[in-house]
């Protein structure tokens, strides 16, 4: 039954993706928020297509921990869910994303045109003036930067090194920088066919200070992140449909 519930939704989800991007072109010669407006919809009808395929319910916790107006939000990245879901939950998210999902037709050209922040992980210096440049225009006008500090999807156990560019952009926009834990790999597995039915929940912790040295800024991340994510894990999948 799982895995005739994840046929379904990989089913949706590639129809979905197909279809409103398609039909969302002429949102490319349309102001830019034109183009959020139709990533925003394209996200919330896979939240939707994975909870009525799958059973996949969201729980947000600790959303009063999120200032209004501009604030970089520190995510936690277990699955390719995380790169979705906020786009339902922000007015207007500015992800920071590698450069080469841009180039993606019809994907890439609305991320683009949304206002997504690329990022060349192999462009030095001039790349991260760049990011840094896009991430402050879109901290002055009111936006939310959402970055994932571990750089990549974590399979759920592993750890890696975070990263310093959340650093530099709590840095040059001086935003609060609120770290965020998820459980989603368990339910959407890194690089996994199947969607196991059960909750995701999200926990928004209280905002660090953005003018924190590299260090402490990681420090804090890592260990505020990880200790939640821990809890959340330990947490038993309750409400979950059987099958």
Excluded: C
């Excluded at 046929?7 to 409103?20: D, K, M, S």
């Excluded at 990022?119 to 991430?135: H, P, Q, T």
């Excluded at 840095?171 to 066919?193: C, E, I, K, L, M």
Aim: proline share 8%; charged share 15%; net charge positive.
């Amino acid at each position: 039954m799982i895995w005739l519930r994840s046929l379904a939704f990989n089913i949706l989800f590639f129809g979905i993706t197909a279809v409103v991007s398609l039909l969302a072109v002429p949102a490319l010669f349309m102001p830019r928020f034109a183009a959020m407006g139709v990533t925003r919809f394209w996200a919330w009808l896979v939240v939707g297509a994975l909870r009525f395929t799958v059973g996949v319910r969201v729980e947000i916790r600790g959303w009063e921990n999120l200032p209004p107006g501009g604030v970089v939000i520190a995510a936690k990245h277990q699955s390719a869910f995380d790169t979705i879901i906020w786009l339902s939950l922000l007015p207007d998210p500015a992800y920071v994303m590698k450069k080469e999902l841009l180039a993606i037709p019809l994907y890439g050209w609305h991320a683009r045109k949304a206002g997504m922040i690329p990022v060349d992980r192999e462009g030095g210096g001039v790349a991260l003036r760049n990011m840094l440049r896009a991430a402050t225009t879109a901290v002055a006008a009111g936006r939310q930067v959402v970055i994932f500090p571990e750089g990549t999807r974590t399979a759920v156990g592993d750890r890696v090194a975070y990263q310093p560019g959340v650093v530099a952009i709590a840095a040059g926009t001086g935003a609060p920088v609120v770290p965020v834990a998820t459980d989603s790999g368990r339910v959407w597995g890194r690089r996994h066919f199947l969607k196991r039915p059960g909750v995701i929940r999200i926990s928004v912790l209280p905002p660090l200070p953005p003018k924190l040295n590299r260090a402490a800024m990681l420090t804090a991340l890592e260990t505020q992140i990880e200790g939640e994510t821990d809890r959340l894990m330990a947490e038993p999948q309750h409400g979950a449909p059987a099958g």
